[in-house]
């Protein structure tokens, strides 16, 4: 298989759509995020990285905690929204219809629509060039009721947002099961 180069790119395909939320000199703001990812398991911690400019990240300066929440597919306008107006001009949480409340942090701001919430401590805010990358320790995670089988959050009821940059832009919807973690390797039988 022949292979074009395309020099340094940010193309880890496919990117989880966030909404990264913090009080800005005390209300809630939020905003649209692809980059977030899982930072480490033990302890748990999550990663945005956010452009040096935004609203969003002067509020987690300033409290030093921030919630990643979820949303789901049906919230796709209201995810869009937050990354097109800024909170310094726009009432977010207004203009969305957002209904938020607080965990066990008391100062990082959740969205009751999404279906997976976690509160996070900041432990780090690194500048990264155009980007501040800040990393998160989850100290809560919330998760709907009505999105759980068997007790477990389930993808398939969650319906998380996914951005695709490339080729043409958008936001899809979690796909079909490829196969099955930790198990479906097996089936290749070693050579030796």
């Given at each position: 298989m022949?292979?074009?180069?395309?020099?340094?790119?940010?193309?880890l395909?496919?990117e989880?759509?966030?909404?990264?939320?913090?009080?800005v000199?005390?209300?809630p703001?939020?905003?649209?995020?692809?980059?977030?990812?899982?930072?480490?398991?033990?302890?748990p911690?999550?990663?945005?990285?956010?452009r040096?400019?935004r609203?969003?990240?002067?509020?987690?300066r300033?409290?030093?905690?921030?919630?990643?929440n979820?949303?789901s597919?049906?919230?796709?306008?209201?995810?869009?929204?937050?990354?097109l107006?800024?909170?310094?001009k726009?009432?977010?949480?207004?203009d969305?219809?957002?209904?938020?409340?607080?965990?066990a942090l008391?100062?990082?701001?959740?969205?009751k629509?999404?279906?997976?919430n976690?509160?996070?401590?900041?432990?780090?805010?690194?500048?990264l060039?155009?980007?501040?990358?800040?990393?998160?320790?989850?100290?809560?995670?919330?998760?709907?009721?009505?999105?759980?089988?068997?007790g477990?959050?389930?993808?398939?009821?969650?319906k998380?947002?996914i951005?695709?940059?490339?080729?043409?832009?958008?936001y899809r919807?979690?796909?079909?099961?490829?196969?099955?973690?930790f198990s479906?390797?097996k089936?290749?039988?070693?050579?030796?």
């Amino acid at each position: 298989m022949n292979k074009k180069v395309f020099g340094p790119q940010t193309w880890l395909f496919v990117e989880p759509t966030v909404l990264v939320g913090s009080n800005v000199n005390g209300k809630p703001n939020f905003m649209a995020v692809a980059w977030a990812g899982i930072a480490g398991g033990n302890p748990p911690m999550v990663s945005v990285a956010l452009r040096h400019i935004r609203y969003t990240l002067k509020g987690i300066r300033q409290n030093m905690t921030f919630s990643v929440n979820i949303p789901s597919t049906d919230m796709v306008k209201e995810t869009d929204y937050c990354g097109l107006v800024s909170g310094e001009k726009a009432n977010k949480v207004k203009d969305c219809n957002f209904k938020i409340f607080y965990g066990a942090l008391g100062s990082a701001p959740l969205i009751k629509q999404c279906p997976v919430n976690m509160e996070c401590e900041v432990v780090h805010i690194l500048n990264l060039g155009s980007h501040s990358l800040v990393v998160g320790k989850i100290i809560e995670t919330h998760v709907s009721e009505d999105c759980l089988t068997d007790g477990q959050p389930d993808i398939a009821k969650i319906k998380p947002i996914i951005y695709l940059p490339r080729p043409s832009p958008g936001y899809r919807a979690v796909g079909k099961s490829v196969g099955r973690p930790f198990s479906v390797g097996k089936e290749i039988k070693s050579k030796e």
